[in-house]
């Protein structure tokens, strides 16, 4: 694992409202990196009418730093928020991922939490 590197967590830590966003970014550069599993996100994330999703993402990038979100079916969300998961299968701070392995591995191989 690289320097520096405390591995990122997986926790019963939500973001199910803007209140939380804070507490997950804390989380994020602390350890280098957050894993969130789909459950963990309000149903307003996958609505992107809300603006929710766009929030959360945009606080990661912002502040630079890491989120993987375990979304195992974004077509089960819809077709925009599928696309949304597509478009961020490269992103530097935020991607989606299908299994939380393919998450940690990602966020490993990373040379810190800031990119």
Do not use: C
């Not at 890491?66 to 089960?76: C, F, M």
């Amino acid at each position: 694992m690289p320097w520096g590197y405390s591995g990122p967590i997986v926790t019963t830590l939500g973001i199910r409202s803007p209140g939380d966003i804070a507490t997950a970014l804390t989380a994020s550069v602390e350890k280098g990196g957050l894993v969130l599993d789909e459950k963990d996100l309000s149903p307003d994330f996958f609505d992107l009418a809300t603006g929710f999703a766009g929030t959360v993402l945009q606080k990661f990038v912002t502040y630079r730093t890491r989120l993987a979100v375990i979304v195992r079916d974004p077509a089960s969300y819809g077709s925009r928020f599928s696309e949304l998961a597509h478009e961020h299968r490269t992103h530097p701070a935020v991607r989606f991922f299908s299994s939380e392995q393919q998450a940690r591995q990602w966020l490993a191989n990373m040379p810190s939490g800031k990119y």
